[in-house]
């Protein structure tokens, strides 16, 4: 049976803090596996160019990104009134956080949630946001994740802790608090992408795939097991699938819309990604929502209908 995950409502037509604990609480008692956040800094009024939505020129930013709260506030606020539901990020973007920082936020949240945390990573695209207020220039947002994940590794360990990049170094010294247990490491990488996909064999616990379509996630576990093999890792690949939601219809439209379905289609959407290979499914229900209650609704809904399908 497939995980089955939801995103938190971060998205500014829900009321702040209120809203997550609401929507936190009841997806828990529906039996949902896992919760989810992202970040989104900023929305460019520019969009022409490299800053474009991914960096295609001119596609538009959806309006939706307007206003998302803080990732790591939503979560932990989210992890203080649950007790049982994975938390997870899918994804932080590592570049725009200063690495020692962040290790000790992601530790702190773990220890505070009882081990309920996993950490879904990523190396961002916007030029816009890494121009805001990142601590190295977009171009090397590759170096710094790796630079990251040694930090993590590091930090998570025990003490004294030591580490030395090529802009941080710490000779010896206790750094805590330390994580309830082994925190989960998932990466971003696009379908395809040997470079980003060899790093998730060689440095992360499973891969978080969005914007993919169930032949690509099929394709890409086949890949990932290759690059496996020749590395002589022998520990499975955990993947994590993003459905991208922006609107639920009453009924099935063909052909449909972009990121926009009823139940059912969800529904089958669920398990063409589970017979792909995808060992958990998360859908950004919030996104298409008006308000907190239709959330929790349309999430009931969806759950019971996904485990009626035996999925």
């Not at 604990?21 to 989104?40: C, H, K, N, P, Q």
């Not at 570049?95 to 920082?101: I, K, W």
């Not at 859908?283 to 929502?289: E, F, I, Q, V, Y």
Request: aromatic share 6%.
């Amino acid at each position: 049976m497939v995980k089955l995950g939801v995103s938190l409502p971060q998205f500014s037509q829900f009321a702040p803090g209120a809203d997550v604990v609401t929507a936190a609480r009841a997806m828990e008692e529906i039996g949902y596996d896992s919760l989810w956040v992202f970040e989104r800094v900023l929305v460019p009024e520019d969009q022409s160019g490299v800053h474009g939505l991914y960096g295609v020129p001119g596609l538009e930013w959806p309006q939706i990104y307007r206003g998302v709260a803080d990732a790591l506030v939503t979560l932990s606020t989210a992890a203080a009134v649950t007790e049982r539901i994975t938390l997870a990020t899918g994804v932080l973007v590592v570049p725009l956080h200063l690495p020692l920082r962040l290790a000790r936020e992601l530790a702190t949240l773990d220890a505070f949630s009882g081990g309920r945390l996993v950490a879904g990573l990523g190396t961002g695209w916007s030029p816009d946001e890494f121009a805001a207020g990142a601590p190295v220039p977009l171009s090397e947002r590759g170096r710094a994740l790796d630079d990251f994940l040694d930090i993590a590794a590091a930090v998570w360990g025990p003490n004294p802790v030591g580490y030395s990049t090529r802009r941080y170094e710490v000779g010896a010294a206790d750094i805590g608090p330390k994580p309830a247990g082994r925190i989960p490491v998932l990466l971003g990488a696009s379908a395809g992408a040997d470079r980003a996909l060899r790093r998730v064999v060689e440095r992360a616990d499973g891969w978080v795939a969005s914007g993919v379509t169930p032949e690509q996630v099929a394709a890409t576990l086949a890949r990932l097991g290759e690059l496996a093999a020749g590395s002589g890792r022998t520990t499975p690949i955990e993947c994590v699938v993003q459905i991208g939601v922006l609107g639920v219809t009453e009924t099935s439209v063909e052909p449909r819309q972009p990121f926009t379905a009823s139940i059912e289609q969800l529904v089958a959407d669920v398990a063409a990604f589970a017979e792909a290979g995808a060992d958990q499914v998360y859908l950004t229900l919030p996104a298409g929502m008006r308000d907190v209650k239709e959330l929790i609704g349309r999430a009931g809904e969806l759950y019971e209908a996904v485990r009626a399908a035996g999925i």
